[in-house]
């Protein structure tokens, strides 16, 4: 009888103590439930520095867009016309005068230009679309444009790698021009010519905007103008110093037979 009393009152003593530890006063249950809610936010926020890119808390990742962004230039393989441009007429070997204040005998991109072409390019002394005095090394249908790829005075902004929409199509590397020798076609009154870039003018060499964007050609003491042509493109098309013609890049697999392409 005493072990069992004994027994009895250890357990009531148990008892009496594991109540006594469960209870919890009302402040002590606030701040362990506050305690749990800032746990939780933390655990949130590591979530989201240590997976940056998924929007959604529950690590969906977000639907994909499409974003539509204007072509950059070299991507950009649409040849557009450059209309009502006033042309003038050069020629290899041209030499300095009051309309030409550069020297023809080289180019922008060919210091040994007359030389290479075969001699002065005569305008006066004509063979068909050729010069008469001799049969030319390089195509006689030839244009020159108001900007050069190669001009160490180009800004930053205005790199051929930039601009130029078939740069790097056409880069070779080192230092060698992606205009030279493009071609393009030129339309007066029904007549249409096709003939290569060979040299840089009239005027400027930085008019990249003209050339490749379409804007109107800037001022010069040509009237304004906006290509020069070869004398062969001069005949071909009927034009003298000073008419207006249409002019835009070309490819050149859309280059048809004619006299630009058999003068070899």
Known sequence: MQQTGLLSAIVLCFLVQETQAEYISLDGEMAFASHIEQQHADYLADRRRAI????CPF???PKARLVLEDPVPWEDTTHR????????VFWVGEKISE?????NQMSAWDSNWEINYGGVDQPSNRSGFQPAAFAPRMN???IALPYDDLAPESSPGAQASKIVPWYWKSYKGGWSSTCKGKWLTIHYRGKVCYAQWEDVGPYHNDDWQY????NAPKPNPNSNAGIEVSPAVRDFLGIRSGYRV???FVEQAEIPDGPWTQWQ
């Open 211 to 214: 050339v490749f964007k379409g």
């Open 52 to 55: 940056p890119d998924i929007i």
């Open 81 to 88: 016309w450059r209309r009502g441009i006033t042309a003038t």
């Open 140 to 142: 006689p249908f030839y």
């Open 246 to 248: 249409a002019w835009k």
């Open 99 to 103: 309309r030409n204040p550069t020297s």
């Open 59 to 61: 690590q969906v990742p």
